[in-house]
């Protein structure tokens, strides 16, 4: 699988391009480097919120009935998306439209509106989803345990920002933010479909020639804190069973390089499929729990590997005992060679599956270079899985499984004592 050409519009805007006949639709996806990491307290959920208003108007189409009307004309399937440092927005439709597609969302990040109007409305809607945010489970105590391993900074806020910071944020603040902050020097635009090379070249050239701000925000330096609480304890009485989240603090894409396939890797072995270490020990082997999540994000300058489940309340203690005591066997004893492997075609095919489609083939890129300045294919990320040993993985989790790298995050209706999960976190 080729790699993505590399070019440039006449005006400075970097863009890829991925033409292929196997594509039976195309995408158009724009990557602004800007999100959580770049807002203030004040601001925190400004980046998020104007991701909402993009769909609510732009000066050719002034309203979100009159923007909505054009985007299906096209049948396009489209959306965005807010991180910590990264937003992105697509529209996927049939290569016929293609250049339909550009125009449009073209025409949102160049002519935005921000209706006073529909700023309000949106505001009403954000707030709801902090509402149905903190009222799952699930969100609301993966959030909590980024606070409390990361402390007040973007690394720790919500993403949608709080209800108090969102009633805070008016027109001059998002008109503001959105001049600092969307630039041609931080804003990366990938296509992927089957099309005509030249012309889509001239689609861009003709429709982001007007996206001239040549800002380059700064994010706010992260800061690494020595956890000085490692456990986090959350009573509510509307919950029926406990949830709970372990995250291991790792470093960033800067730090890591090539050893996060070692750590993904890792993740894969734990958590993937249902041979895998922690749901065979607490779902099949004890029964202990329904839901079973291992992964990690990696950013630039950090990154963390979770493992979140649920439990009764009976054996909440139980399922952190089990947990931990498996990741102390994988640290101590030999990684069976079967595991390795099976692990390892795990992780292949999850990464293949994330090529098969135009707006899969855009994330898949457009993502890793916006991280990692590189553009990897599916074929060289596989040839770096396989290669992993043994010892590289001991190597990962020596460094990062460790109880002063570890929080854990308990929700439930019950009180516990704080001490015995301290105990269990400090035998890492």
């Given at each position: 699988?080729?790699?993505?050409?590399?070019?440039?519009?006449?005006?400075g805007?970097?863009?890829?391009?991925?033409?292929?006949?196997?594509?039976?639709?195309?995408?158009?996806?724009?990557?602004v480097?800007?999100?959580?990491?770049?807002?203030?307290?004040?601001?925190?959920g400004?980046?998020?919120?104007?991701?909402?208003?993009f769909?609510?108007?732009?000066?050719n189409?002034?309203?979100?009935?009159?923007?909505?009307?054009?985007?299906?004309?096209?049948?396009?399937d489209?959306n965005?998306?807010?991180?910590?440092?990264?937003?992105?927005?697509y529209?996927?439709?049939?290569?016929?439209?293609?250049?339909?597609?550009?125009?449009?969302?073209?025409?949102?990040?160049?002519?935005?509106?921000?209706?006073?109007k529909?700023?309000?409305?949106?505001?009403?809607?954000?707030?709801?989803?902090?509402?149905?945010h903190?009222d799952?489970?699930?969100?609301?105590?993966?959030?909590?345990?980024?606070?409390?391993s990361?402390?007040?900074?973007p690394?720790?806020?919500?993403?949608?920002?709080?209800?108090?910071?969102?009633?805070?944020?008016?027109?001059?603040?998002?008109?503001?933010?959105?001049?600092?902050?969307?630039?041609?020097?931080?804003?990366?635009?990938?296509?992927?479909?089957?099309?005509?090379?030249?012309?889509?070249?001239?689609?861009?050239?003709k429709?982001?020639?007007?996206?001239?701000?040549?800002?380059?925000?700064?994010?706010?330096k992260?800061?690494?804190?020595?956890?000085?609480?490692k456990?986090?304890?959350?009573?509510?009485?509307?919950?029926?069973q406990?949830?709970?989240?372990?995250?291991?603090?790792?470093?960033g894409?800067?730090?890591?390089?090539?050893?996060?396939?070692?750590?993904s890797?890792?993740?894969?072995i734990?958590?993937?499929?249902?041979?895998?270490?922690?749901?065979?020990?607490?779902?099949?082997?004890?029964?202990?729990?329904?839901?079973?999540?291992?992964?990690?994000?990696?950013?630039?300058?950090r990154?963390?590997?979770?493992?979140?489940?649920?439990?009764?309340?009976?054996?909440?203690?139980?399922?952190?005992?089990?947990?931990?005591?498996?990741?102390?066997?994988?640290?101590?004893?030999?990684?069976?060679?079967?595991?390795?492997?099976?692990?390892?075609?795990?992780?292949?095919?999850?990464?293949?599956?994330?090529?098969?489609?135009?707006?899969?083939i855009c994330?898949?890129?457009?993502?890793?270079?916006?991280?990692?300045?590189?553009?990897?294919s599916?074929?060289?990320?596989?040839?770096?899985?396989?290669?992993?040993?043994?010892?590289?993985?001991?190597?990962?989790?020596?460094?990062?499984?460790?109880g002063?790298?570890?929080?854990?995050?308990?929700l439930?209706?019950?009180?516990?004592?704080?001490?015995?999960?301290?105990?269990?976190?400090?035998?890492?």
């Amino acid at each position: 699988m080729k790699v993505p050409n590399i070019f440039k519009t006449e005006s400075g805007l970097t863009y890829f391009l991925y033409n292929s006949q196997e594509l039976v639709t195309a995408t158009i996806l724009v990557l602004v480097k800007t999100g959580t990491d770049y807002e203030n307290k004040k601001l925190n959920g400004i980046s998020h919120f104007i991701e909402h208003l993009f769909f609510k108007g732009t000066k050719n189409f002034p309203s979100s009935k009159e923007l909505a009307l054009e985007l299906d004309k096209i049948g396009a399937d489209y959306n965005a998306f807010t991180s910590y440092e990264y937003t992105g927005y697509y529209i996927k439709t049939l290569p016929e439209y293609l250049e339909r597609a550009i125009y449009l969302i073209s025409d949102m990040l160049i002519n935005p509106i921000f209706d006073q109007k529909e700023l309000e409305k949106e505001r009403r809607v954000i707030i709801e989803e902090i509402n149905y945010h903190h009222d799952t489970p699930t969100s609301f105590v993966f959030d909590e345990a980024l606070k409390l391993s990361y402390g007040d900074q973007p690394a720790g806020w919500s993403i949608l920002g709080t209800k108090e910071s969102l009633q805070r944020i008016d027109q001059k603040d998002i008109l503001e933010y959105f001049k600092k902050n969307y630039s041609i020097k931080n804003t990366f635009v990938i296509v992927a479909g089957n099309f005509d090379v030249n012309k889509v070249k001239n689609y861009l050239n003709k429709y982001f020639k007007n996206y001239l701000s040549k800002n380059l925000p700064l994010k706010l330096k992260f800061q690494e804190k020595n956890l000085k609480n490692k456990f986090k304890f959350i009573q509510r009485k509307d919950v029926k069973q406990t949830h709970l989240v372990l995250i291991f603090k790792t470093k960033g894409l800067n730090y890591l390089k090539k050893r996060k396939f070692a750590l993904s890797l890792l993740t894969s072995i734990l958590g993937y499929g249902l041979s895998s270490r922690m749901f065979r020990i607490l779902r099949e082997d004890l029964g202990i729990t329904y839901y079973v999540r291992v992964n990690n994000d990696l950013y630039t300058d950090r990154g963390y590997l979770y493992l979140q489940t649920g439990s009764t309340i009976e054996k909440t203690l139980l399922t952190v005992e089990k947990i931990i005591e498996e990741l102390k066997k994988i640290k101590m004893e030999k990684i069976p060679q079967e595991e390795i492997q099976k692990s390892k075609a795990l992780l292949e095919t999850s990464i293949l599956t994330s090529a098969e489609s135009s707006l899969s083939i855009c994330l898949f890129y457009g993502l890793d270079y916006l991280l990692s300045r590189k553009l990897i294919s599916p074929q060289e990320y596989l040839k770096e899985i396989k290669a992993i040993t043994e010892n590289e993985l001991k190597r990962e989790i020596k460094n990062w499984l460790v109880g002063k790298n570890t929080t854990l995050t308990v929700l439930s209706s019950e009180v516990f004592n704080k001490k015995n999960f301290n105990r269990l976190i400090n035998t890492l």
